[in-house]
């Protein structure tokens, strides 16, 4: 049942697609299931971040804050730290007359302010984490008493006892079949034969991913596979690509991918696996060896108990990888469609609105909607 729209909600969500796209799809479900149609959407002044929430169409309010203090040196370091306090001063001005029924925070960098924000003027606020371990600006968030949605059972750096766990937003898929899937990636080349995997690196990217796609799609055992890669580079590596090998951009709608996929191979950003898990689809995951705190290779490993597949660290032998991705192989793809009817994928967006109302709003039950 929707309630009726009392006040303006904001999300905020910084740095990559692995914060936004969540944060996104919660936003869209305030809006159509709870009927919030005030809904205010901040981000950095990233290229990256602006083009995500526009292929969403989603009205958003840039900060001048291309990152964290800590990720740069020197006098850029200095620079982004006085960014920072002054966006901090702009939002207290602006909540202190015009306050927020609530705030939403999805990670990165620029959720710093608002957490600041928050608890001088009292907004009831609520974090999302989509990693296995915690980051340093939900960290900073715990020390603060705000409470802390999980996206695992578990989230190293944070007493569980004080987080919810209520799993990640994921993106919903059309229904599409797999020749139309195809040829709306690749119009002008006919449909492979064998199982397809897919590559990509995320919304970064990866150039590593394509040089290993490039060596198992040369490999023996893997021949009779077709290895459909996201390549962010994509002019870049046409010449070196092989015949059972198709480069497409990065893409926001994962429809036509997920749908093509037997398997998957990627990094361990939780969002990603996530959404693999949700749609039952099998996969090697290659966390990033220079992920803060080693958290992707943390998600890869809840990801492996979980059912979902495989990890392959990067310093291990390639002989490993080959074997790795023939266990996945094997695995059952669960229909997709099936998948997409079962209203599941919407639990984790209750979950994180229910957080706010159970905590922050007397009188009001978890199991209200």
């Known amino acids: 049942m929707k309630k009726q729209d009392r006040g303006e909600y904001i999300i905020v969500a910084g740095g990559t697609g692995g914060h936004i796209i969540p944060s996104v799809v919660f936003g869209t479900w305030l809006e159509k299931e709870v009927g919030i149609s005030k809904i205010k959407y901040y981000t950095g002044n990233r290229?990256?971040?602006?083009?995500?929430?526009?292929?969403?169409?989603?009205?958003?309010?840039?900060?001048?804050?291309?990152?964290?203090?800590?990720?740069?040196?020197?006098?850029?370091?200095?620079?982004?730290?006085?960014?920072?306090?002054?966006?901090?001063?702009?939002?207290?001005?602006?909540?202190?007359?015009?306050?927020p029924r609530g705030l939403f925070l999805f990670g990165g960098?620029?959720?710093?302010?608002?957490?600041?924000?928050?608890?001088?003027?009292?907004?009831?606020?609520?974090?999302?984490?989509?990693?296995?371990?915690?980051?340093?600006?939900?960290?900073?968030?715990?020390?603060?008493?705000?409470?802390?949605?999980?996206?695992?059972?578990?989230?190293t750096f944070l007493d569980n006892t004080d987080a919810v766990f209520t799993?990640?937003?994921?993106?919903?898929?059309?229904?599409?079949?797999?020749?139309?899937?195809?040829?709306?990636?690749?119009?002008?080349r006919p449909f492979p034969s064998g199982k397809i995997i897919l590559v990509f690196g995320g919304s970064l990217g990866s150039s590593l991913l394509f040089d290993l796609a490039l060596r198992l799609a040369t490999h023996e055992d893997y021949k009779d596979?077709?290895?459909?890669?996201?390549?962010?580079?994509?002019?870049?590596?046409?010449?070196?690509k092989e015949k059972n090998m198709t480069?497409?951009?990065?893409?926001?709608?994962?429809?036509?991918?997920?749908?093509?996929?037997?398997a998957v191979i990627a990094?361990?950003?939780?969002?990603?696996?996530?959404?693999?898990?949700?749609?039952?689809?099998?996969?090697?995951?290659?966390?990033?060896?220079?992920?803060?705190?080693?958290h992707q290779e943390q998600n890869a490993r809840f990801f492996k108990d979980l059912g979902g597949g495989d990890l392959w660290k990067e310093e291990e032998p390639f002989c490993e990888l080959i074997k790795r991705l023939h266990h996945i192989l094997v695995m059952q793809k669960t229909s997709?469609?099936?998948?997409?009817?079962?209203?599941?994928?919407?639990?984790?967006?209750?979950?994180?609105?229910h957080t706010m109302t159970a905590t922050h709003t007397k009188g009001d039950a978890p199991g209200e909607l």
């Open 267 to 294: 990094r361990g950003g939780g969002s990603t696996l996530a959404e693999l898990l949700a749609y039952h689809i099998p996969g090697l995951i290659i966390p990033l060896s220079k992920s803060a705190d080693g």
């Open 47 to 99: 290229p990256l971040e602006q083009k995500i929430f526009s292929f969403y169409k989603k009205k958003i309010k840039p900060l001048a804050l291309s990152g964290s203090p800590r990720g740069t040196r020197g006098i850029f370091a200095l620079l982004r730290f006085f960014s920072m306090v002054y966006i901090t001063g702009g939002l207290f001005f602006s909540f202190f007359f015009n306050p």
């Open 167 to 188: 799993g990640i937003p994921v993106r919903a898929l059309r229904h599409l079949h797999v020749l139309d899937a195809w040829n709306k990636l690749v119009p002008d």
């Open 225 to 240: 596979c077709h290895f459909l890669v996201i390549a962010k580079e994509k002019k870049l590596f046409e010449e070196k």
């Open 336 to 353: 997709i469609g099936k998948t997409i009817e079962s209203g599941e994928n919407t639990l984790p967006s209750q979950r994180i609105f």
């Open 109 to 155: 960098y620029l959720c710093v302010p608002f957490i600041a924000v928050a608890k001088i003027l009292g907004i009831p606020t609520v974090i999302h984490e989509q990693n296995a371990l915690a980051g340093r600006t939900t960290r900073l968030g715990a020390r603060f008493r705000i409470p802390i949605c999980i996206g695992w059972p578990q989230c």
């Open 247 to 262: 480069l497409v951009e990065p893409q926001w709608d994962m429809s036509p991918l997920y749908i093509l996929a037997s």
